[in-house]
């Protein structure tokens, strides 16, 4: 098993609420709940300089606060446009109440 790096608690993150973290060695991640479910993906939008905690979780979905476009929580796959290109995800494993992602 690889190791794992904590991103933060999980209580510290509420639906609709997403977290931004910047662990050493990763870009800007964003740390989303989503029906008892959490979620990691990067955090900078691929249309621009737009960072996706600063936009609006709906569902399983996180509209990024500049030009309206969306991606998938779950897969990172844009879901409107102007968005065109994913955003990265990291598979997440929860531990003693933190939140982990495979560490670089
Ligand atoms: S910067 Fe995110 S939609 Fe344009």
């Known amino acids: ?12 993150v509420k639906d609709e609420a997403p977290v931004s973290v910047t662990p050493d060695g990763f870009p800007a991640l964003a740390v989303y709940l989503f029906e008892d479910e959490y ?7 691929t249309h621009g300089m737009a960072m996706l905690t600063d936009g609006y979780q709906d569902g399983d979905e996180v509209e990024c606060p500049f030009h309206g476009g969306a ?17 990265k995800t990291y598979p997440v494993t929860l531990v003693d109440g933190n939140v982990c992602i495979p560490a670089a």
Do not use: R, W, Y
């Open 1 to 12: 098993m690889s190791d794992l790096i904590t991103l933060c608690k999980t209580e510290d």
């Open 39 to 45: 979620f990691v993906t990067d955090n900078l939008c």
């Open 71 to 87: 991606f998938s929580i779950k897969t990172g796959e844009p879901t409107s446009f102007p968005c065109q290109i994913a955003v």
